[in-house]
């Protein structure tokens, strides 16, 4: 019995301390909202994280690695890890850069292209759904929030608070 009120009252701390913590909340709602696009996107044989490269590297038009890192808050190393498996299913092919032979670029393949637009499909169900639930404004709010959250700008103003 006395467990079962110590993990009751561990849990209640947990939420408190989520309710005061804005990186815990922010953790929190990511991995709620990983798990529900995930789901969405198993179709597909895609994680979110896995479309996000793929969109990222679409968007930037052949990135570099550090160029890709940036543009999705990761470090390299950690965006090395994302990119593997991407690789291995052919989605994705590395090159030395021209003009740098220091430097990788990442690009998608016919196969990436496609793989990305099946997933574009069932994202867009995901984002229907979230709209839905959590309200266009209040999407679009949350968005801008998020935004301005993951900028360089704010990076650089947290460090010399």
Known sequence: MATNHKETAAIRQDARDTLVCNGAALRKA??????????????????????SVLVHVQRASSPTMSELAHAMVLDRSALARNLKPLEREGYLVQTHDEHDGRSRRVSLTPSGRAKLKQANLLWRKAQTRFEKTYGPERSAALRLALADIFSDQFAEAFLQA
């Open 30 to 51: 990511s991995r709620r909202v990983t798990q529900l696009y995930d789901g969405l996107l198993a179709p597909c044989g895609l994680t979110i994280s896995q479309r």
